[in-house]
């Protein structure tokens, strides 16, 4: 069954340092994975997507990831972390890879906090 | 944009009361789904649809209940509202092609 672990479930950054995320998975076929971020009392918004093709995805805010397959990893990047980053991110695996039930397994959720 | 709307922000209810949580989204999407989203928990499906009057179980369905007469609007039901099921509702809507969930913006409820 597919499953994702977010290592680490607060992280803290200075202000205009590089913002790292990790995220690893287990998928028994080639996976659609997602990053989703959330601001305090709303919903899920998408940040970036892997379905197939290139392995580094840029997303929304300057973030971007990087899908490597020998590792099973998905980690969240930006090079520098704004204030307005602060929030919480959720990476998520689609259910069968090529998610024809289009459920979507997401891992416990990293809050990232910015300091000025 | 695809929107998804849920009809209440915050909802306070009574325990044993019967709650409706609707949602609604306007991109013909096939699926739809339910979480409920808990602190260290993060999101645990309750319940999703794939087509009209069609739904599965998620992973944590008992005590709820959903309805799917039309493609746009997908209801939850608590039957008999209890305090434990005090928590954000998350709605969300997806094209099985994309596999990408949009996600309405919760309903915050308290049962007393």
């Known amino acids: 069954a597919q499953s994702v672990t977010q290592l680490g479930s607060h992280v803290s950054v200075s202000e205009g340092a590089l913002v790292l995320l990790r995220c690893n998975y287990s998928?028994?076929?080639?996976?659609?994975l997602f990053w989703y971020v959330q601001y305090p009392n709303q919903g899920l918004q998408l940040l970036l997507k892997?379905?197939?093709?290139?392995?580094l995805v840029k997303g929304i805010n300057g973030f971007e990831a990087e899908f490597k397959k020998s590792e099973t990893s998905f980690h969240l990047t930006k090079p520098s972390a704004h204030m307005s980053d602060a929030a919480e991110y959720f990476c998520?695996?689609?259910?069968?890879?090529?998610?024809?039930?289009?459920?979507?397994?997401f891992g416990q959720g990293t809050t990232l906090q910015v300091k000025p | 944009d695809v929107k998804v709307t849920q009809s209440s922000r915050y909802l306070v209810k009574r325990t044993g009361e019967k709650v409706f949580l609707e949602c609604v989204q306007d991109m013909d999407h096939e699926n739809m789904f339910w979480y409920r989203q808990d602190p260290g928990l993060g999101l645990r499906l309750i319940y999703f649809s794939y087509d009209v009057k069609m739904k599965e179980k998620g992973d944590i369905p008992e005590g709820y209940s959903v309805s799917r007469e039309k493609k746009e609007r997908f209801s939850l039901i608590l039957e008999s509202a209890s305090t434990n099921q005090t928590s954000m509702y998350l709605c969300?809507?997806?094209?099985?092609?994309?596999?990408?969930?949009?996600f309405g913006p919760g309903t915050r409820l308290t049962v007393l």
């Open positions: 969300a809507s997806s094209l099985t092609s994309s596999g990408e969930q949009f």
């Open positions: 998520a695996v689609s259910d069968d890879g090529s998610s024809n039930t289009g459920k979507l397994i």
């Open positions: 892997y379905t197939t093709g290139a392995t």
């Open positions: 998928s028994s076929v080639p996976p659609y």
